[in-house]
């Protein structure tokens, strides 16, 4: 083991029942004064068809109760706020607490959606200063703040091409991914009526050029590419790939994920990229634990602008602002504008940073991963000797001999503190260990993490049954995952009930 200090109290270890199983008769957690009206039997006030039934067997539980039940589960749980959390591809990083005191301003926290445009004029000018940010960073014409996530960003980009091919009279069918992209690409291929066609990637782990040529068509509508790509491998040959595309009529999509890698540093429409989302809640903090919230803007070249989802802010010549849907746009992809406290706190990380320490934040991520990246070399088998960008992926070829793979690392890790890294991804690794730092972590923290990554790989060979065996020191053990992710129990079940089955 490491020195590494526990970051959980003792007391947090214990098994915490359920509040079910706290419940007490005839405790309550608030006592509410006289409302001072007349009483009128419930049947007066709303009949009975709309009433909901008695609710059985609801627990019982004091003000207490509840507090410290959800403050000890809460202290269980990891968290950026303790360490470091290596999610490859995911970029779960410390959010400024600057970030946090703005989002709540009471104008902008207390506003809605439905008030008039002239009542949120300073929320609708945070978005328009937003757009002309994301714009200068990513070199392209218009930016729309409208879709909820990355994913839908992607969905948002694919249905553009589709809009624009309709406008030239072409119904073209594939589009063309690499093995290396995020897996939701050929989702949201898919989900917009198109085919995809694999390109196989080199031994460098890029794009190789004679696919393209391969592949490319007079039905290709353009590829989606991942920059960099679940590799940690910028895809250095992009300008030559878009200039293919375009010779043939097709248009270059990028799965901005992986901004933060080269934000400030490069620019996507300089690289001949047509469409681009970016996951605000990624780049730009508001790490997305627990499935959300987030911010997934699409920007467009001079080629797409016009089908941009949602709507535009536009500054009127009064100096007004007012909210624009593009000529040709593919519509809402959701209610209203967008995630609104994300693109708060992504203006103000922006804002904070600064052009220089947004260059920055893509050095420090970079130099971080490599940082990692030779520090575990030779102790953990190097997917790819290509030169990795804000993320690295090992596999556990090394630790062949000794029985224990990837998912038995990522289960010790756990035992030393830290969260486990993305495993099992990109699928064209077997074995993956896909490590993304950062670039708010320190060396220490740097440090610390691969004193326990190379422990576990001597564990591996003297004690092999301690690794395949762990965690040992969670409250949890070894979940059957597979079997809850297909069959998960989400009712409590009284004792007597489980104990008749």
């Known amino acids: 083991m490491t020195d590494r200090p526990s970051t959980t109290p003792e007391i947090a270890w214990r098994n915490e029942p359920l509040l079910f199983e706290r419940s007490r ?71 400024p607490r600057i970030n946090e005191e703005v989002v709540r301003y009471p104008g902008l926290s207390q506003i809605h959606p ?90 460098r782990g890029t794009i190789d050029l004679e696919e393209v040529v391969r592949e490319m068509s007079d039905e290709v509508a353009g590829a989606m590419i991942t920059v960099p790509n679940t590799l940690g491998v910028f895809e250095d040959q ?14 270059l999509y990028c799965d901005g994920a992986n901004f933060n890698a080269y934000v400030g540093k490069a620019r996507p429409g300089q690289m001949g990229v047509d469409v681009l989302h970016m996951n605000l809640h990624k780049t730009f903090t508001t790490p997305h634990g627990g499935g959300g919230p987030g911010a997934g803007p699409v920007a467009a070249s001079h080629r797409l602008a016009d089908h941009l989802p949602g709507s535009l802010v536009e500054r009127a010549e009064d100096g007004t602002f007012r909210l624009r849907t593009p000529s040709d746009s593919i519509g809402r992809l959701r209610s209203f504008s967008s995630q609104f406290g994300i693109l708060t706190r992504a203006l103000c990380y922006i804002l904070s940073m600064g052009g220089r320490g947004l260059a920055q934040v893509a050095e420090n991520a970079v130099l971080n991963a490599n940082y990692l990246r030779k520090a575990l070399e030779g102790t953990y088998h190097l997917a790819h000797e290509t030169p990795s960008l804000h993320e690295v992926v090992f596999s556990d070829r090394t630790l062949a001999d000794t029985g224990v793979t990837t998912l038995d690392v990522a289960k010790r890790l756990m035992d030393y503190g830290f969260h486990p890294p993305t495993i099992y991804f990109p699928l064209i690794v077997h074995g993956a260990l896909m490590i993304e730092p950062t670039e708010t ?19 591996a060979r003297e004690s092999p049954e301690l690794v395949r065996e762990a965690p040992h020191e969670t409250p949890v053990r070894r979940c059957d995952e597979a079997r809850a992710a297909r069959q998960p129990v989400l009712r409590w079940w009284p004792a007597e009930e489980e104990a008749a089955e």
């Open 25 to 95: 008769p005839g405790r309550v957690g608030v006592m509410l004064p006289p409302s001072g009206v007349e009483e009128r039997p419930l049947d007066e006030l709303i009949p009975a068809e709309l009433r909901r039934g008695d609710l059985e067997e609801l627990p019982e539980l004091s003000e207490v109760d509840v507090i410290r039940h959800f403050t000890r589960i809460s202290r269980k749980n990891y968290a950026i706020d303790l360490g470091l959390y290596p999610l490859g591809s995911c970029t779960m990083k410390h959010n």
């Open 114 to 203: 439905y008030q008039p445009e002239e009542t949120v004029q300073g929320c609708l000018e945070l978005m328009w200063h937003l757009e002309r940010v994301l714009v200068e960073l990513t070199g392209m014409q218009r930016v729309s703040l409208h879709p909820s996530a990355g994913a839908q960003g992607e969905l948002a980009g694919v249905l553009m091409i589709r809009k624009a091919l309709e406008a030239r009279g072409e119904n073209r069918r594939y589009l063309l991914i690499p093995d290396s992209a995020h897996g939701t690409n050929p989702a949201s291929a898919y989900m917009a009526g198109f085919q995809v066609k694999e390109l196989v990637s080199n031994d």
């Open 238 to 251: 992009i300008v030559e790939i878009a200039d293919m595309l375009h010779e043939k009529g097709a248009f």
């Open 441 to 459: 972590e320190g060396k220490e923290e740097l440090d610390a993490f691969v004193a326990a990554m190379k422990a576990i790989a001597r564990e």
